[in-house]
């Protein structure tokens, strides 16, 4: 059986060193980038495909309680098992912290075809 490989472009559009084309980025890197660009997506944000993304940069902005993380971790939810078909979602996790206003997400997952476990932590922090 022969393995899949999933690509694609980097986001930072660094030139490869020897070809000088634009950077790609392979199977759990590729798969990592495109889950934090869909997390970091706020609905309606890309043309023609409005119901890609999430609603957590606004919620940053909201009072810190139970539902709101329950609210978060359901649309990360979501939007992985609807736009990442190459991940295949074992368990999300949300820390608010309003003393920092910030959140802390962590999401398990494992990439098609393949058994090692990924995780991709990201903190969201408010700006205003």
Do not use: W
Request: charged share 20%; no cysteine.
């Amino acid at each position: 059986m022969a393995t899949r490989i999933f690509t694609d472009i980097d986001f930072n559009f660094k030139p490869h060193p020897i070809s000088g084309d634009v950077a790609t980025r392979v199977n759990e890197n590729a798969v990592k980038q495109s889950l934090r660009s869909l997390i970091l997506t706020t609905n309606y944000e890309r043309p023609f495909q409005s119901q890609i993304g999430t609603p957590i940069k606004n919620m940053l902005f909201e009072h810190s309680s139970p539902l709101t993380q329950q609210i978060i971790t359901r649309a990360i939810e979501d939007t992985v098992r609807n736009f990442e078909p190459r991940a295949s979602l074992r368990e999300v996790g949300v820390n608010l912290n309003s003393d920092n206003n910030s959140i802390d997400i962590r999401i398990e997952y494992t990439i098609l075809n393949s058994s090692p476990l990924q995780v991709l932590n990201l903190t969201l922090e408010r700006t205003r």
